[in-house]
């Protein structure tokens, strides 16, 4: 409407503006018609977009996992002595029975330093974080002073995080906090810490298994090969070790973190290692994936002798998961069939339309809300794009298949129906029920005709459920393909056409609204000029009374 400020009524007394709105309002129909067609037509794009994204999980997710053949390669495995390990199949394992024994458990490498509770004058001493190396080893454990700092001295150490680690040096100095030694190991490449409350070094790899067994060593380079941390023994009796190694131990050794002063704190990082139908594997870690079956190892196997005793594993065919994977298609293919089958027969909203600000203001919320749930739950009554749709879900479904083999199977071949057109509630008359399904009040009692086939005959089963589910979906993705103009890609319906439609409506409504406004600028400017002639007209009479003497 015209934003124009205006005086009126002034000298004719009357309310003009109420008039020109009353005026307006008559002319306002044709506008308002245009803002409750778009206002449907929102609302049918929104209800498309809520089915299209439904339908097009069914055809993704339901459709498209049912027609592979891994589907229904699912196999199951079981172990007789749990407590060895735990095992699952893939659709690779072979169906039998496997001797299975556990040699090894993988160990990562882990050293769990002595306790530190004593002084360097072996007095009992409360230790923490931030207590320094000097004030508990004294200069023994150190190679040389530091000549930058006085009254300080220090030790390098060469440590290598895992096999295929680079070497780091590290320096410790006397004056050094326990806190900081944690972490001159945590940056060469180990999880270290010191614990207060226990007083000991936690130092572990930071790599599973064998590969990864961490060396610290010294940084002469005739004693690299020494890996001072697994040493049980010192150097009082190896006169050929260098100072600078000897120092390195006494400083290990100090700390608590050698196999001399740890004992069993020490543990060198181990592969696992299992016997399967005769064969040895090893891994790095506890977990085996070998010809489809994942054994996950738990326990060593006890030995007779120098035999280890084997437990079975078995491997079948997965049946229950097979019989889960259809009937969950079916449960969400009636889901969506229902939908749009209740959307398509919806009762017509004849009578009904969007209202108005004006006529909103005159209902309850409730009956506002029941207003409009019948005129959007109609939406897509005898819609020609939802019964294309439906209609390749229903044909597609209801199609024999006839296998390479030469045998023809149906749905029903495998005891997989709808139910009559009495027993069927409305629009669920093209749901699929399975006989023998226990969670199915109708046909739990009839014999389980899939459970049967899948049991005696899979590969007939997997290959007809492969073709049919196949054959939908390509056919919706052909419907999905992108139409310029008309429809976008994996859309199926014309969303492009409907959107150019809404944006007329747009349009409409735009110079509906400007044609009120000239309209309105139009009546207010007669009243106006009305206005002006009734001033000079009262401007003459009061002219002439005051010369009569009557003003």
Do not use: C
């Not at 007669?526 to 009061?542: L, P, T, Y």
Request: aromatic letters at 8%; hydrophobic letters at 35%.
């Amino acid at each position: 409407m015209s934003n124009r400020m205006r005086m009126s009524g002034i000298n004719s007394g009357m309310d003009t503006q109420s008039i020109v709105e009353q005026l307006v309002q008559v002319k306002s129909t044709k506008k308002d018609k245009l803002k409750k067609e778009q206002t449907k037509l929102g609302w049918k794009q929104d209800t498309w977009k809520s089915v299209n994204a439904k339908i097009f999980s069914l055809y993704n997710e339901q459709f498209g996992t049912l027609s592979l053949q891994g589907t229904f390669q699912k196999k199951k495995a079981h172990v007789v002595d749990s407590s060895i390990a735990s095992v699952t199949g893939d659709a690779n394992a072979v169906n039998g029975t496997h001797a299975l024994a556990v040699k090894k458990l993988a160990k990562t490498a882990y050293l769990t330093g002595s306790q530190l509770e004593k002084d360097k004058e072996g007095n009992s001493v409360n230790v923490t974080g931030s207590t320094t190396i000097g004030s508990l080893l004294g200069d023994s454990a150190f190679a040389e002073p530091v000549p930058e700092i006085p009254g300080v001295s220090a030790t390098a150490l060469t440590i290598k995080a895992n096999a295929t680690a680079e070497e780091k040096n590290v320096l410790i100095s006397s004056n050094m906090t326990l806190d900081e030694v944690a972490e001159a190991f945590s940056k060469a490449g180990l999880n270290a810490s010191f614990d207060s409350k226990t007083n000991r070094f936690f130092i572990s790899s930071k790599s599973d298994g064998k590969d990864g067994q961490f060396s610290i060593s010294s940084v002469d380079p005739n004693d690299k090969n020494i890996d001072l941390a697994s040493r049980t023994t010192g150097f009082d009796d190896e006169p050929d070790i260098s100072k600078k190694t000897k120092a390195a131990f006494n400083l290990l050794d100090g700390l608590g973190l050698t196999a001399k002063s740890a004992g069993k704190g020490y543990v060198p990082g181990q592969n696992a290692e299992i016997e399967l139908n005769g064969a040895t594997f090893e891994s790095s870690t506890n977990l085996f994936q070998i010809n489809g079956i994942n054994i996950t190892a738990s326990k060593v196997s006890e030995k007779v002798g120098d035999e280890y005793v084997t437990t079975n594993i078995s491997v079948t065919n997965d049946i229950d998961g097979i019989y889960d994977s259809i009937k969950s298609f079916f449960k969400k293919y009636n889901e969506v069939i229902n939908e749009l089958d209740k959307l398509y027969n919806a009762d017509a909203a004849k009578g009904y339309e969007p209202l108005t600000s004006e006529e909103k203001d005159e209902m309850s919320e409730d009956e506002v809300e029941e207003w409009e749930k019948k005129i959007k739950d109609s939406l897509l009554r005898r819609d020609d794009d939802l019964r294309s749709v439906i209609s390749t879900l229903k044909e597609g479904m209801s199609k024999a298949v006839t296998l390479s083999n030469g045998n023809t199977y149906t749905l029903a071949s495998f005891g997989v129906n709808t139910l009559s057109y009495w027993a069927a509630a409305e629009n669920e008359r093209g749901a699929f029920h399975i006989d023998g399904d226990s969670d199915d009040e109708k046909t739990k009692g009839n014999d389980d005709k899939l459970r049967a086939a899948l049991t005696n005959n899979l590969d007939d089963t997997m290959n007809f459920f492969n073709q049919l589910t196949k054959d939908v979906y390509n056919q919706l993705g052909t419907m999905m393909t992108r139409v310029p103009d008309y429809r976008s890609f994996q859309s199926l319906y014309d969303d492009k056409m409907l959107q150019k439609e809404y944006d007329s409506y747009t349009n409409k409504i735009k110079q509906e609204e400007d044609y009120l406004s000239d309209y309105e600028d139009k009546w207010y400017d007669k009243f106006a000029a009305m206005e002006k002639a009734m001033e000079k007209v009262n401007s003459k009479s009061n002219a002439l009374a005051g010369l009569f003497g009557t003003g």
